[in-house]
């Protein structure tokens, strides 16, 4: 009896209309190695491929007829991806995939990294062993017509602190003050998330970063903030003040508006004539004031236009009546202003 039940149970998961795990990975492996050789049969080997991926897509979410596979079959079909080194060669290819194909792949690849065996994420760990995967990805953003599947990709993959870490710490990360400013907008707002995505999630690992490449980053960042494109300098603007306000990053807080040269820039910018620019910058400008110990530099700059700044702010954005933090804040920093002090000559 146990023989017949246990085999009844076997039969039906591969019968002739299912392959297995083992067998689908291969037909995807040949099929991508044929797409990548290039050779006559292009467009069979896209055809493959597209078919492929879409049977381990639906083994993975099931389809509107069918249930999505059992544990067992997903590990198998997890196994047989890691082994034959396809999640790599998907992200390689993905360029020659066609456009249907191209989401798949993202579907596929973000199931498989939010597997979990008990408290244990199987593919971050294999992605550890394999960061080219990573760098891959991140380098997409240089290619138009993936750029926004890798996004999709990276940004599943910025949840898992191991994998954030390798993607902070690599060279790759500088390109993205690059790539936020591409001129196709989705891509532009696409690698921005993904850039914030990375610098604010995991704050420990962020707070640390910033402050092991403080002098790197800002200066970096600080073309962000002169940016030609307004979209730009207002995102970066905005995550600036979060960055600040953060307490995590108390040490980089410190440093930054300890600065006279960005005390500046923020005072510039909030005369800019875009109103969102200059409400992004009261809120970094804020910091400046708020700081019970400024090193004499910054009271210097902020005493000489002591009687200005009590104008400027006093008229500034009057018409937010409904906002009463910012009134609070603003009416904080206006009283702040008015009873600084020169530091006494020692």
């Known amino acids: 009896m146990l023989l017949t039940s246990s085999v009844s149970i076997k039969m039906p998961l591969f019968g002739k209309s299912q392959k297995s795990p083992a067998e689908v990975v291969k037909a995807l492996k040949e099929a991508v190695?044929?797409?990548?050789?290039?050779?006559?049969?292009?467009?069979?080997?896209?055809?493959?491929?597209?078919?492929?991926?879409?049977?381990?897509?639906?083994?993975?979410?099931?389809?509107?007829?069918?249930?999505?596979?059992?544990?067992?079959?997903?590990?198998?079909?997890?196994?047989?991806?890691?082994?034959?080194?396809?999640?790599?060669?998907?992200?390689?290819?993905?360029?020659?995939?066609?456009?249907?194909?191209?989401?798949?792949?993202?579907?596929?690849f973000n199931n498989i990294l939010r597997r979990q065996i008990g408290t244990r994420s199987p593919t971050v760990e294999y992605i550890c062993t394999k960061p080219e995967i990573l760098f891959t990805l991140m380098n997409g953003y240089e290619h138009q017509d993936i750029a926004l599947n890798c996004g999709t990709m990276l940004r599943e993959c910025a949840r898992y602190e191991a994998l954030a870490k390798i993607m902070l710490h690599s060279e790759d990360f500088f390109n993205f003050f690059r790539y936020v400013e591409v001129s196709t907008f989705d891509i532009a707002s696409d690698a921005f998330s993904t850039f914030k995505e990375l610098l604010t999630r995991h704050k420990m690992l962020c707070a640390d970063f910033l402050e092991l490449n403080y002098d790197k980053v800002f200066s970096h960042y600080q073309r962000l903030l002169n940016s030609e494109n307004y979209v730009t300098r207002r995102q970066s603007l905005k995550l600036l003040g979060e960055l600040l306000l953060d307490r995590h990053n108390f040490t980089v807080m410190t440093r930054y508006i300890s600065n006279p040269d960005n005390l500046k820039l923020m005072m510039n910018m909030l005369k800019e004539k875009s109103r969102n620019i200059q409400f992004e910058a009261f809120h970094v400008f804020k910091v400046?004031?708020?700081?019970?110990?400024?090193?004499?530099?910054?009271?210097?700059?902020?005493?000489?236009?002591?009687?200005?700044?009590?104008?400027?702010?006093?008229?500034?954005?009057?018409?937010?009546?409904?906002?009463e933090q910012f009134n609070d804040e603003k009416a904080y920093l206006i009283k702040q202003i008015r009873e600084l002090k020169a530091l006494p000559d020692h």
Request: hydrophobic share 40%; glycine share 2%; net charge negative.
């Open 33 to 108: 190695n044929a797409l990548e050789r290039g050779d006559k049969k292009v467009e069979k080997a896209q055809e493959d491929v597209s078919k492929n991926l879409l049977l381990i897509k639906n083994m993975l979410y099931g389809t509107s007829d069918t249930e999505p596979q059992t544990d067992i079959i997903v590990a198998q079909l997890a196994q047989e991806l890691y082994n034959s080194n396809l999640l790599l060669m998907l992200i390689q290819n993905l360029n020659r995939i066609e456009f249907e194909g191209k989401k798949d792949v993202a579907q596929v």
């Open 288 to 323: 400046f004031v708020a700081n019970p110990n400024k090193p004499k530099p910054i009271l210097d700059i902020l005493l000489r236009n002591q009687d200005k700044l009590v104008e400027f702010l006093t008229k500034f954005h009057t018409d937010r009546s409904e906002d």
